[in-house]
């Protein structure tokens, strides 16, 4: 049993930011998921000095926050004329710093671990249950990831056009009156969301991964955003099964063997792809020179 609870909850990761990730990458925003996982650290720690709870909602609202924080911030330094690479490394570094000078200066009130934040342990998720009335509903990361999922997939949903026209031509989005701002921040927040609700059962390295990587690799494979869309979470739950699996083979890292299995699959995407694999475009090279022969 609790191989089915650490697969569902590494496929329950994987599709939620699956589906963010798929925008991201479209939008060449794709290490903003990077830059939101480490500067929440602050939002985590502030929430825990004035509740004084470790309570998953009172840190997932307290991160969130500072995850928007994030993306003003690293849009403010972009309009002021600073690269996007370099606005993103400034914030991050920055608001991740705070959180690691918090956090050590209140050791002795914050039952905090940075490695757990960062890494994480998801072969640990199945012994921290939700029990409602006497009743163990099974993990709480499962429930917590999701309900995260359900939001992100509703609101995806309800905007999906907006989403897509936002992402891939923002000037003529703003032309027909859509509010382009609005939804940057909206998506930016449900980054936020998934983000959070990761980060104590699998951490952000593995959430990290799982924006960008997937994403990427159905990039690879298809045209079609909403194509793209499926083939990316297919390839996050492939990758948490098969990471899984291989992690218990070689008595590794779970987080870790999960994201090197989603990097084997892009690999194999980018070189046998039939859209945009160097195979198939080698082909097309030798088709154009033996026409033009």
């Not at 600073?82 to 914050?110: E, K, M, P």
């Not at 939001?151 to 905007?159: K, N, R, S």
């Not at 994403?215 to 990316?232: H, N």
């Amino acid at each position: 049993m609790a191989d089915f609870w650490i697969i569902l909850t590494g496929t329950l990761v994987a599709a939620s930011c699956g589906v963010l990730g798929c925008f991201l990458v479209l939008r060449k925003m794709a290490m903003v998921g990077d830059a939101i996982s480490h500067s929440v650290l602050p939002g985590i720690a502030i929430a825990f000095l004035i509740s004084g709870t470790r309570d998953s909602f009172l840190m997932l609202v307290g991160a969130a926050v500072l995850g928007l924080i994030t993306v003003f911030l690293i849009q403010t330094l972009q309009q002021g004329g600073l690269q996007s690479d370099a606005s993103i490394g400034i914030v991050f570094t920055a608001l991740f710093a705070v959180g690691v000078i918090l956090i050590s200066r209140n050791a002795a009130h914050i039952d905090l671990d940075l490695d757990c934040v960062l890494f994480g342990e998801i072969a640990y998720v199945q012994w921290d249950t939700l029990i409602v009335n006497g009743y163990d509903l099974g993990p709480a990361a499962v429930w917590m990831l999701g309900g995260t999922l359900l939001i992100v997939l509703v609101v995806i949903g309800l905007f999906y056009k907006q989403f897509k026209l936002c992402a891939f031509d923002p000037a003529l989005a703003a032309a027909l009156g859509i509010p382009v701002a609005l939804f940057h921040y909206l998506l930016m927040g449900l980054v936020s969301l998934s983000t959070v609700a990761s980060f104590e059962s699998v951490g952000a390295i593995l959430v990290v991964g799982m924006l960008i990587v997937p994403a990427s690799t159905a990039y690879l494979l298809t045209d079609r955003l909403s194509v793209m869309l499926i083939y990316s979470v297919l390839v996050g739950a492939a990758s948490s099964a098969g990471g899984y699996y291989a992690a218990k083979w070689l008595d590794a890292s779970i987080a870790g063997s999960m994201i090197t299995v989603a990097g084997i699959l892009f690999i194999l995407a980018f070189v046998f792809s039939p859209l945009h694999g160097l195979v198939a475009r080698y082909q097309k090279r030798r088709s154009l020179k033996a026409a033009s022969a």
